[in-house]
C-alpha cells in the first residue's frame, strides 16, 4: 500500500514511470480502474503499466478496437478502452465483463466511469487531470484490497 496517492507528473516519461513502478506493485489478478478525459495521460500511464509487466509489444490507444489482450505467463494483460462505448451498450456481447470479472487477469480499463455499476469493489481507481503544459496531475484513489 503506497502512502502518497496524488502524483504531478511533468511529462509523459514521469506518467509512464509511475504505470512501470505500479505494475511492480501488482500481486495476482487485479483491475486498473482509469478516469479521466482525453490526452489526460490514461494511455500513456498504461504504456508504462504494460513495460512494468514485461509486455515487449507497443501499447497503442485501442480507441478503436475496444480491447486489446497481452499474453504473459502467469497473468493475461488486458488493455480496454470504452471511449466508444455507450454506458448503456451491452457489454457481454464483447465480452467486457468476463474478462474484468476473471481474477487471473490484469487488467487496465479506460473510461471506467461508464461502467461504474459493473465494476468489482476489488480494484485499484486512478484519476488522472489535465493540468497546464504537460502536467498531469494522477490520484490513486482506491488501492483495492492490496491483496
Ligand atoms: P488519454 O488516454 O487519457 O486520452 P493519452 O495518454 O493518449 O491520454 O495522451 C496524453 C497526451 O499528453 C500524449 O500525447 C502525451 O505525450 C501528452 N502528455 C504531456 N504531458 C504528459 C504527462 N505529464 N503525462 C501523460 N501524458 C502527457
Ligand atoms: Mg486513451
Known amino acids: 500500500m503506497r502512502s502518497k496517492t496524488t502524483y504531478i507528473t511533468k511529462n509523459a516519461q514521469a506518467t509512464k514511470k509511475l504505470g512501470e513502478q505500479i505494475a511492480k506493485e501488482l500481486k495476482g489478478g487485479t483491475l486498473i480502474a482509469l478516469y479521466g478525459n482525453l490526452g489526460s495521460g490514461k494511455t500513456t500511464f498504461v504504456q ?56 487471473d487477469n490484469i487488467v487496465a480499463l479506460e473510461w471506467a466511469e461508464k461502467i461504474k455499476d459493473f465494476l468489482p469493489e476489488d480494484r485499484i481507481d ?22
Open 126 to 147: 486512478i484519476k488522472f487531470k489535465y493540468q497546464e503544459g504537460d502536467k498531469r496531475e494522477v490520484a490513486i484513489v482506491n488501492y483495492g484490497s492490496g491483496k
Open 48 to 103: 508504462g503499466l504494460a513495460k512494468g509487466l514485461g509486455i515487449k509489444r507497443r501499447i497503442i490507444s485501442p480507441t478503436f478496437i475496444i480491447v486489446r489482450s497481452y499474453e504473459r505467463a502467469k497473468n493475461n494483460f488486458y488493455h480496454i478502452d470504452l471511449y466508444r462505448i455507450d454506458s448503456d451498450s451491452n457489454l457481454s456481447n464483447i465480452g467486457i465483463k468476463e474478462i474484468i470479472n476473471d481474477e
